[in-house]
């Protein structure tokens, strides 16, 4: 997780809340004072941003020490201590803003995509993201649905030809959209087109395009897409897909299920440091 985007992610972050000083611990502490602290959860959750944390506190000081007691992808119980840190009372407490935003946004991430995953369970079905993510944070959001079960879908548009509808108006029809994919993308990515009906699908197979994107349709319209495509492409489904949903997309038997909420809408879990 901690790569140079992430370490600037982090840099950046701190700036923006430390760059200044923290007046209230200086004024407060003396700069040899020590203390310690515990991150407990308030609520059942599921961990992803624990190397962050440590990272963001050992920015500050390097001295703080900082012991995990839940790993990412570890779901805990409300109370339950997620570290527990040590040092300079001044550098723990300036650390400390910042540390949970980096953990309350990426544990919400992978609390959200566990419960997706777990209302899709026993299916064929896989969850997976998409590219609506938080600006800047991609890698982050895209690493905690994985910590919650969940797949990735592309990373950046160089990851894979996804042809959407605004491809496909541009360019004509799925089919001519698909033949120029396949004549002049790399060999080695698969070739995905959204269609929008059922009548669009044998277009994308004759094509031989490798996955199909049932975009926004109902169940019962999955589950005859599913039968007409009968093996020859991998399905994905997506398209305002919820919990209260999901389980009945996933039982209309698709491979892949997307879903932007994953990362758009995942509510920051409640996460505090304890002194």
Not at 63 to 80: I, P
Not at 87 to 112: D, I, P
Not at 113 to 137: C, E, L, M, N, S
Request: hydrophobic fraction near 50%.
């Amino acid at each position: 997780m901690l790569s140079p985007a992430v370490e600037t992610l982090i840099a950046l972050a701190l700036e923006e809340d430390l760059g200044r000083g923290d007046v209230t611990s200086e004024a407060i502490f003396e700069a040899a004072a020590t203390s310690s602290g515990q991150i407990v959860a308030k609520e059942p959750l599921t961990v992803a941003g624990v190397a962050l944390a440590a990272e963001v506190f050992a920015r500050v000081d390097r001295e703080t020490r900082f012991v995990a007691r839940a790993a990412d992808g570890q779901r805990v119980g409300k109370g339950e201590i997620v570290a527990v840190v040590e040092g300079r009372t001044r550098a723990l407490l300036s650390a400390e803003r910042t540390a949970l935003n980096f953990l309350q946004r990426l544990s919400g991430v992978a609390t959200l995509t566990r419960r997706f995953v777990d209302a899709v369970a026993g299916t064929r079905a896989r969850i997976v993201d998409t590219r609506k993510t938080t600006p800047g944070w991609r890698a982050l959001d895209k690493e905690a649905v994985r910590a919650g079960g969940g797949a990735n879908h592309r990373v950046d548009l160089a990851a894979g030809v996804l042809i959407k509808d605004n491809h496909v108006a541009a360019c004509g029809s799925v089919k001519a959209a698909v033949e120029r994919a396949r004549a002049h993308a790399p060999h080695s990515l698969r070739i995905e087109v959204e269609v929008t009906e059922l009548t669009q699908i044998e277009e994308a197979l004759a094509a031989r395009a490798d996955i199909i994107l049932l975009d926004n349709f109902n169940p019962p319209g999955v589950a005859v897409a599913v039968q007409q495509i009968a093996g020859r492409a991998i399905v994905e489904v997506s398209g305002g897909i919820n919990l209260e949903t999901v389980r009945a997309f996933a039982e209309a038997g698709p491979d892949l299920i997307s879903v932007g909420a994953l990362t758009h809408s995942a509510r920051a879990v409640d996460l505090s440091l304890e002194m």
